[in-house]
């Protein structure tokens, strides 16, 4: 029997997403349940100028090739700090820097400043995946050992890639995020009966609070989105950034929020709050973003204080369109233990690390059990508390 010759593959590492064929890139990315690892998203961070090598997001993606067609990608970056992650690793920095290790650059696997589960490779259907991924890998350490980067951080990423990472020697680091999980509802009132008595009535109050208010709150998807709200939202994004004293995460730029109208519209959900007696300009508005049965909360803001409209616009009115369109997750966003009083119970998700110093190698390995165990502990104490008469499944893997 004659031997089949194996496939010849070629690496190489882009410096710009836009050096890559949309139409390559997307047919790896538009299979996946996220939308943030598809090409017009992560192009419009870069050429919005929110994630650059200026910004200490520097672009340096991973592609794998068989003569001219790509088969394997990852969007990786070069990092001289750790803002805009959401996972905090300040902890490893303070320890490399007593240990006289340089911790800066490392190299980091995730969409920029989007803390949502479903980071992975992009790999070709009908490709052997554990052969690329041992190619990507090969990669990786390759260049992190040539060029002296400390270190390579996957963040929110796929709970099944992450079995298969962890064959490849990478240590998984337990996080939580609070994710509401849609539990058959038929409506909104539905949702309201997975409730305890108390907080039924609590959330009722602060939706009729907005409208006691003299709001109206309506939802705008795709071509029902004025172009001019896109900048409306990016205003809100950086007056809500200012006025809480978020100045250093404003990562994003107005041209982001205004490329969205033309090349990402129709993964985009607005909710909208106006005056009753004057539909021309939001009072406050929150930014969501969906793909299949998955939404995702991203950016809000407010013109003033209206008693509960952050929770009607960020989560009852997103959850009542979810339940309407068959939405199975949604993720709100980081942070804000008040979600969990709102029908987002703390979900796991992971990280996942591999350190080329020797000692800081050897003191994740050591002890990056005893982290996980007290993430779990913290989890389990969220979950205790939860205002539900019947807690929800947690899992989210497939």
Not at 242 to 262: A, M
Not at 287 to 306: A, V
Not at 317 to 341: L, S, V, Y
């Amino acid at each position: 029997m004659l031997k089949q010759p194996k496939p010849q593959y070629s690496v190489a590492w882009i410096s710009k997403l836009a050096d890559i064929p949309q139409s390559s890139w997307d047919a790896l990315a538009m299979p996946l349940k996220t939308p943030f690892l598809e090409w017009d998203w992560l192009n419009n961070l870069e050429t919005s100028g929110s994630a650059t090598g200026k910004n200490g997001w520097l672009p340096h993606h991973l592609t794998v090739w068989r003569d001219k067609e790509l088969i394997a990608c990852a969007p990786l970056y070069v990092k001289s700090h750790s803002y805009g992650e959401f996972v905090f690793d300040n902890q490893w920095a303070d320890l490399a820097q007593r240990l006289g290790i340089e911790y800066y650059p490392k190299l980091m696997g995730m969409t920029p400043f989007t803390p949502a589960e479903g980071y992975r490779f992009l790999i070709a259907p009908g490709e052997d995946e554990d052969e690329l991924t041992g190619i990507m890998v090969s990669a990786i350490d390759h260049f992190c050992d040539r060029h002296n980067i400390s270190g390579c951080n996957f963040l929110y990423v796929d709970p099944v890639w992450r079995d298969r990472m962890e064959r490849h020697g990478f240590s998984a680091w337990l996080h939580h995020s609070y994710i509401w999980q849609n539990q058959s509802y038929q409506n909104f009132d539905s949702y309201l009966g997975a409730f305890n008595a108390n907080q039924r009535r609590n959330i009722k109050r602060e939706r009729k609070a907005v409208e006691t208010a003299g709001l109206l709150v309506k939802t705008l998807t795709g071509d029902e989105i004025p172009q001019a709200m896109f900048g409306q939202m990016y205003a809100f994004y950086e007056n809500t950034c200012d006025k809480f004293g978020w100045w250093g995460s404003k990562y994003l730029t107005k041209r982001f929020f205004e490329q969205l109208h033309d090349n990402y519209r129709d993964r985009v959900l607005f909710v909208a709050a106006y005056d009753q007696e004057d539909e021309r300009q939001p009072m406050g508005m929150s930014f969501c973003l969906y793909k299949g049965d998955r939404m995702y909360g991203r950016y809000w803001g407010s013109l003033q204080e209206i008693d509960c409209l952050h929770f009607d616009a960020c989560y009852y009115t997103p959850i009542e369109w979810a339940i309407d369109r068959g939405i199975q997750t949604f993720d709100p966003g980081a942070g804000g233990r008040h979600k969990k009083r709102r029908g987002f119970p703390a979900t796991p998700n992971y990280s996942l690390h591999r350190f080329y110093n020797n000692r800081l190698a050897q003191i994740l390995k050591s002890y990056i059990g005893q982290i996980n165990e007290r993430e779990q502990e913290e989890i389990d104490a969220v979950n205790e508390d939860l205002p539900f008469t019947k807690l929800p499944p947690l899992s989210l893997a497939d």
